[in-house]
């Protein structure tokens, strides 16, 4: 269970290829999930039917036909970004609220990214992507707010890699410090 910026197609295949489950939001995780005019809308692509041959088709029964295929820069592992252009748009009745542009609407879309988003949806709303992160909420989280609110740390003063590993580290040292000395207070 990670936060939301670790929801990468990266990470997902990592996860898949080291027998790892995904339970890693991704960024527009809550909402998707919380938002039920946008999970809904039926101008996004991904709500598009896909119809027999793979052709998706829009809230007008228009197909979108590939156009190409591109590699996305800097991928490790070779994601792709498709591009679909609707056949005709002329006339349409809902061009207003699907394209913003006087030319037949184009789509980029992941296919493989966004059946592993679905994949995370599922996995994080089950019983044990429940607990997942519960558990990590109260592990992880906790403390940094204790650093903060408690002990009135608020930012890291200090400039350069070492200097600011120095004080992340004085300070990790005063709160366990600080815990221990209040255990030993209660075993007293």
């Given at each position: 269970?990670?936060?939301?910026?670790?929801?990468?197609?990266?990470?997902?295949?990592?996860?898949?290829?080291?027998g790892m489950e995904k339970y890693?939001?991704?960024?527009?995780?809550?909402?998707?999930?919380?938002?039920?005019?946008?999970?809904?809308?039926?101008?996004?692509?991904?709500?598009?039917?896909?119809?027999?041959?793979?052709?998706?088709?829009?809230?007008?029964?228009?197909?979108?036909?590939?156009?190409?295929?591109?590699?996305?820069?800097?991928?490790?592992?070779?994601?792709?970004?498709?591009?679909?252009?609707?056949?005709?748009?002329?006339?349409?009745?809902?061009?207003?609220?699907?394209?913003?542009?006087?030319?037949?609407?184009?789509?980029?879309?992941?296919?493989?990214?966004?059946?592993?988003?679905?994949?995370?949806?599922?996995?994080?709303?089950?019983?044990?992507?429940?607990?997942?992160?519960?558990?990590?909420?109260?592990?992880?989280?906790?403390?940094?707010?204790?650093?903060?609110?408690?002990?009135?740390?608020?930012?890291?003063?200090?400039?350069?890699?070492?200097?600011?590993?120095?004080?992340?580290?004085?300070v990790s040292i005063g709160h366990?410090?600080?815990?221990?000395?209040?255990?030993?207070?209660?075993?007293?």
């Amino acid at each position: 269970v990670a936060d939301a910026g670790y929801g990468s197609y990266n990470n997902y295949i990592f996860c898949g290829q080291h027998g790892m489950e995904k339970y890693m939001k991704f960024t527009m995780f809550k909402k998707e999930t919380t938002d039920k005019k946008y999970h809904e809308d039926p101008f996004r692509a991904v709500n598009f039917p896909i119809v027999e041959g793979g052709i998706m088709r829009c809230p007008n029964g228009k197909s979108f036909y590939l156009q190409y295929r591109k590699n996305v820069k800097g991928n490790k592992y070779g994601r792709q970004k498709e591009v679909y252009q609707c056949e005709d748009c002329s006339g349409c009745p809902y061009a207003e609220q699907c394209k913003k542009t006087d030319k037949n609407r184009t789509v980029r879309i992941n296919r493989e990214l966004t059946a592993m988003h679905q994949e995370v949806i599922e996995n994080l709303e089950s019983i044990q992507g429940a607990l997942l992160r519960m558990n990590r909420s109260i592990q992880a989280e906790g403390t940094f707010g204790i650093m903060k609110n408690d002990r009135w740390y608020k930012r890291i003063v200090r400039r350069g890699i070492k200097s600011v590993l120095l004080e992340v580290f004085l300070v990790s040292i005063g709160h366990n410090l600080y815990k221990y000395h209040n255990k030993q207070k209660k075993v007293a």
